[in-house]
């Protein structure tokens, strides 16, 4: 994949920081040249010394899932006992080991965290990071999506700016993400439109899960087969067409807004977070 232009990495899991063989799959991938490495976590068991650790081994930046600021309702949300403060100074700790912009990940849900809107842009502040927002997708282990849950990214933002000053940046044409400054050198917001403004058509990720399927799109059921390719010894010419032909699959539009839409029969938690 680097061959062909890939030059970023994402690793998610379940909880990366489980896999016993972290250090050394970090350590090969920071030896491939790629322009970028993030690690996606809970916070639960980050240390000062896995962070310090992995900057050297390559890695570039966190990524922390953190949907309420609140200790009350984090267990619930979260489905984690690990207490709030743990997470908070696992972010910090992170941004202060350089691996940075940290990013942390709140998906909003229509009287469930959307209260928590104008804290979660204090927080970014407060902390120097960059807070994403996430309208709810259709992806819950529960199978509770429904549309009147979505907090829409436009009232997002009028719930934000009715206390702070922000200023669109300009996003590459692949992001994912509307990217906002406040008014002052520290934090970011983005805002993740994935069911009012789909963005599918500029989306240039693929991603590989654990049995060693290709997925190129979260909201399609549409997956391609690596993992026989690799044991069977395919050559570079091979693999190199597979990806190309799964790079070509993807969809311009996965179709949330409509009302026809199909919700895709694996949920996040098996997909990779």
């Known amino acids: 994949m680097v061959s062909l232009g890939i030059d970023k990495l994402r690793i998610t899991g379940g909880e990366p920081t489980l896999y016993p063989h972290l250090d050394a799959f970090i350590e090969q991938v920071g030896q491939l040249g790629l322009r970028d490495i993030a690690l996606t976590t809970n916070g639960s068991r980050l240390t000062r ?7 050297q081994m390559g890695l570039r930046r966190i990524t922390v899932s953190l949907d309420t600021l609140r200790p009350d309702r984090k267990n619930a949300l979260t489905r984690s006992f690990t207490p709030l403060d743990t997470v908070i100074r696992a972010i910090d700790m992170a941004r202060d080991a350089g691996l940075k912009p940290v990013k942390v990940n709140a998906v909003v849900m229509q009287g469930v965290n959307d ?12 902390h120097d990071i960059d807070m994403r927002l ?3 997708m259709a992806l819950d282990a529960g199978r509770n999506w429904s549309r009147d849950k979505v907090v829409s990214a436009s009232d997002m933002l009028e719930k934000i700016r009715q206390q702070h000053e922000i200023y669109r940046e300009d ?11 406040f008014n002052g050198d520290r934090g970011r917001i ?7 403004n789909s963005f599918c058509g500029g989306c240039d990720r693929i991603r590989i899960m654990a049995d060693g399927t290709v997925r190129p799109c979260l909201f399609s059921d549409d ?17 190199k067409t597979f990806i190309r032909n799964v790079a070509w699959a993807k969809s311009a539009g996965h179709g949330m807004d409509r009302s026809d839409f199909v919700r895709p029969e694996k949920t996040m938690s ?3 977070g």
């Open 223 to 239: 997956e391609w087969n690596i993992r026989q390719l690799l044991r069977e010894n395919a050559s570079e010419d091979e693999l």
């Open 115 to 126: 209260d928590e809107l104008c804290d979660f842009a204090d927080f970014a502040i407060e």
């Open 134 to 136: 996430i309208e709810f």
């Open 49 to 55: 010394a896995m962070c310090d650790r992995w900057k």
């Open 171 to 181: 996003d590459s044409p692949s992001s994912t993400s509307m990217n906002y400054r």
């Open 270 to 272: 098996t997909i990779g």
């Open 190 to 196: 983005g805002i993740i439109a994935s069911v009012t």
